[in-house]
């Protein structure tokens, strides 16, 4: 279980504060604990508690925006570059997971991409030889290999060595631990309701009156940082997950690999503790918290049923939620300051990929602050 901290009950002067204490604060926090600066964690609710508590875990470098449309979007160079960072934020979270106290529950796993429909199979195969011609490692599957290592039906898949899982929840927790332990602070239900811009600072007030003076302002909130950003930069939509019961062990598929599909919205599912299946997808194009909780039961029976067309394995649902995501044009990122907000950088890892770009921001974001020049930073920019 996660730690319990307090709320904010008094004024206090901090060198950076972050918004935030999900993944994405976690990891700035983690990142930037033996920076030298004091550093201040708030959140409006309860560490983790927001979409990272709701997060399905998957680990990918697979953008939502797959590489060759990407590369028609921001050149190919830029589409390798960014999914070469995804790559590497994998190992780089492994590596972190190495060095906790206890040391972390992560495990690397494959990832398979399949193809929906038969229409896919073209564009899904200039996926995979654009993925080759940049030393991805991945293997182009036939429906024969799929149907006896996955025991599911589909025209061609993806498989790529590079992908990992890891509970989100407990690693921001394990994350904002150690970041404790250095000295930091962490403060649950202290919710931001103002924030001054001073010329040597920048004030913030909570909903009990208490300020926060700090030189750096980290915005690490997900969607809801789009408060703070003058122009809209992403669309929410409300995404549904259900666990099942435990299945039989031999009816599990290949290495525990983590698949999903071409389809947008796209269906995806994996093997989690006890021989259950994590089953997630059936988003709606829209968020609204009051019609996407309420339709949580059907969105429940529609993933058993969308899961059990494509795979020959009996499920029955045990306990399902709903959460919210960003999406981006392109499906990267945003990471770094915008002119009207001076002294602010911003952490919004949207999208599938939220855990491997909440690493990339927190390298790209401890640079900057360290004065170090980071070559990624105009990748996510606000502006490109």
Known sequence: MGKAYPSLDTHLTTDIAIIGAGISGALTAYYLRNSG?????????????????????????????????????????NAVQSYELCRKAIYDIAA??????PQFDFHLRPSLQYASYKKDK???????????????????????????????????????KDAAEV???????????????AGHKVYNNTGITDIEYHKRYIKLTTGTGFTIKAKKLIIACGYESQKYIPKKIADVYATYAVVTEPVNKEV???????????????????????????IGGKDDLFHDPDVRDGRIKRKTDMLIQAFSKKMDIPVKPDFSWAGAFAVTKDGLPYIGTIPERKN???????????ITFSAIAAEIICDELLGIKNENAALFSFNR
């Open 37 to 77: 600066y004091s550093v201040v964690v708030v959140d409006k609710r309860h560490a983790g508690m927001g979409s990272t508590a709701a997060s399905t875990s998957f680990l990918q470098y697979e953008i939502d925006t797959p590489m060759i449309d990407l590369a028609k979007y921001a050149g190919e160079e």
């Open 96 to 101: 972190i997971c190495k060095k906790l106290k």
């Open 122 to 160: 073209e564009e899904l195969y200039e996926e995979y030889k654009m993925r080759k011609k940049y030393d991805f490692d991945v293997r182009w599957l036939e429906p024969e290999y799929i149907r006896e290592h996955f025991r599911l039906d589909s025209p061609a898949a993806i498989l790529s």
């Open 167 to 181: 509970d989100a929840y407990l690693l921001t927790h394990a994350l904002l631990g150690t970041f404790f332990k």
């Open 252 to 278: 599990l598929w290949y290495r525990s690999s983590l698949i999903w599909e071409t389809a947008f919205p796209y269906l995806y599912f994996r093997i989690v503790t006890g021989n259950r299946i994590l």
């Open 344 to 354: 602010t950088y911003f952490a919004l890892g949207f999208g599938g990929n939220g």
